[in-house]
T-cell receptor
Framework: GAVVSQHPSWVICKSGTSVKIECRSL??????MFWYRQFPKQSLMLMAT?????????EQGVEKDKFLINHASLTLSTLTVTSAHPEDSSFYIC?????????????FGPGTRLLVL | RKEVEQDPGPFNVPEGATVAFNCTYS??????FFWYRQDCRKEPKLLMS???SGNEDGRFTAQLNRASQYISLLIRDSKLSDSATYLC???????????FGKGTTLSVSS
């Protein structure tokens, strides 16, 4: 199956630091990528939808200036958590939808665990 | 009301048991539904899509009742390796993104 990678897998940082997470589709082109966040024992919550070459669409309640998304190419989307605070500690997961493939096929990355001290 | 609701469990069953998970969704415009499996500290992985006619994949059977906005997953002959969290998922109204339930935790013991 298609492969999506995320980097880094783990991040521990001090409060106030900005953290960048990369999501790459390794063997397919993804016009659309999605960013989710999952707190312990909670469901995955969609944060934003990222379309290549255009601005991301953010879900209600997600601050676009806090969570900067860039989807500059068909294989890479980045999420930057700006001025991270302890409440931003979470599991961030991206998924990618293959171009021209089944509209229902999304491939998830392995996730990035962020701990803000 | 959450868009997708599930009984969080946990369900603790012995090997070989049959277990059923239920899920309801609030948006009647949702068209596509799925069951995902998520192991601890891992990303979710697609288990199966759910079709109106019901569908089966080995020991797993999924059912959809659009009138009741209800989805189910039946696991027969449970294995130890089935222990995981099962996520009920609906596609959003625009059909562009997935809406996840909180998940139901299954623990199968020997």
């Amino acid at each position: 199956g298609a492969v999506v990678s995320q980097h880094p897998s783990w991040v521990i940082c001090k409060s106030g630091t900005s953290v960048k997470i990369e999501c790459r589709s390794l063997d397919f082109q993804a016009t659309t990528m999605f960013w989710y966040r999952q707190f312990p024992k909670q469901s995955l919550m969609l944060m934003a939808t990222s379309n290549e070459g255009s601005k991301a669409t953010y879900e209600q309640g997600v601050e676009k200036d806090k969570f900067l998304i860039n989807h500059a190419s068909l294989t890479l989307s980045t999420l930057t958590v700006t001025s991270a605070h302890p409440e931003d500690s979470s599991f961030y997961i991206c998924s990618a939808r293959a171009s021209g493939g089944s509209q229902e096929t999304q491939y998830f990355g392995p996730g990035t665990r962020l701990l803000v001290l | 009301r959450k868009e997708v609701e599930q009984d969080p469990g946990p369900f603790n069953v012995p090997e070989g048991a049959t277990v059923a998970f239920n899920c309801t969704y609030s948006n009647s415009a949702s068209q596509s539904f799925f069951w995902y499996r998520q192991d601890c500290r891992k990303e979710p992985k697609l288990l199966m899509s759910v079709y109106s006619s019901g569908n089966e994949d080995g020991r797993f059977t999924a059912q959809l009742n659009r009138a009741s906005q209800y989805i189910s997953l039946l696991i027969r002959d449970s294995k130890l390796s089935d222990s995981a969290t099962y996520l009920c998922v609906a596609k959003n109204q625009a059909g562009t993104a997935l809406i996840f339930g909180k998940g139901t935790t299954l623990s199968v013991s020997s």
